[in-house]
């Protein structure tokens, strides 16, 4: 579960890879919450979704990758 702020939808996909919610929006937060607790084999697949997602965008080789990047610029 993941406000939907900033670039975090640019990686994430609500229902695929993530739980997006509105921010300021607790109800809704607390509610997504629930849902994902409350999966099963679902929730496997979703995990593995998000860890896909979270390995190709920020393993060290990528981040090392953008701190060398921003270093050339700067």
């Known amino acids: 579960m993941v406000t939907n702020l900033g670039e975090i939808p640019k990686y994430l996909t609500d229902g695929v890879s993530a739980f997006l919610t509105e921010p300021d929006r607790p ?36 981040q090392a990758k953008r701190i060398v990047d921003f270093d050339r610029v700067g």
Do not use: P
């Open 27 to 62: 109800r809704k937060f607390a509610i997504g919450l629930e849902k994902a607790m409350n999966m099963d084999k679902e929730t496997l697949l979703f995990n593995r979704e998000g860890y896909k997602v979270a390995d190709a965008n920020f393993n060290s080789t990528v």
